[in-house]
């Protein structure tokens, strides 16, 4: 499966964006999907992830109340919404794919490239 990532962009503190993340090759609904984001200077950070199958979700206790992940398996998309941006979300974001179910932990086998999101103070 290859994963393509759009939707950032340029935005005040309190704006809102929606990521994209776009499957090809096969179709999304058999990964389990992950958000995740790298700052400059920092480490790769998990976001959220939803599951295949059941729909489960998980998010990083940052971003809880903020942020909802989403998937759309007839347009073979996941989505992430981000309301109540702060400048500390500023990074470049990735979405992952893997094939087990679970949302937490463990590593992503598929990786797209990458959004960047930059929030003004």
């Known amino acids: 499966v290859q994963l393509q990532a759009s939707g950032g962009g340029l935005v005040q503190a309190g704006g809102s964006l929606r990521l994209s993340c776009a499957a090809s090759?096969?179709?999304?609904?058999?990964?389990?999907v992950g958000w995740f984001r790298q700052a400059p200077g920092k480490m790769r950070d998990f976001v959220a992830a939803?599951?295949?199958?059941?729909?489960?979700?998980s998010y990083a206790d940052s971003v809880k109340g903020r942020f909802t992940i989403s998937r759309d398996n007839a347009k073979n998309t996941v989505y992430l919404q981000m309301n109540s941006l702060k400048p500390e979300d500023t990074a470049i974001y990735h979405c992952?794919?893997?094939?087990?179910?679970?949302?937490?932990?463990?590593?992503?086998?598929?990786w797209g490239q990458g959004t960047q999101v930059t929030v003004s103070s």
């Open positions: 992952a794919a893997r094939t087990s179910p679970s949302v937490v932990g463990g590593t992503y086998d598929y």
């Open positions: 090759g096969r179709t999304i609904s058999y990964y389990t």
């Open positions: 939803v599951s295949r199958g059941s729909g489960s979700t």
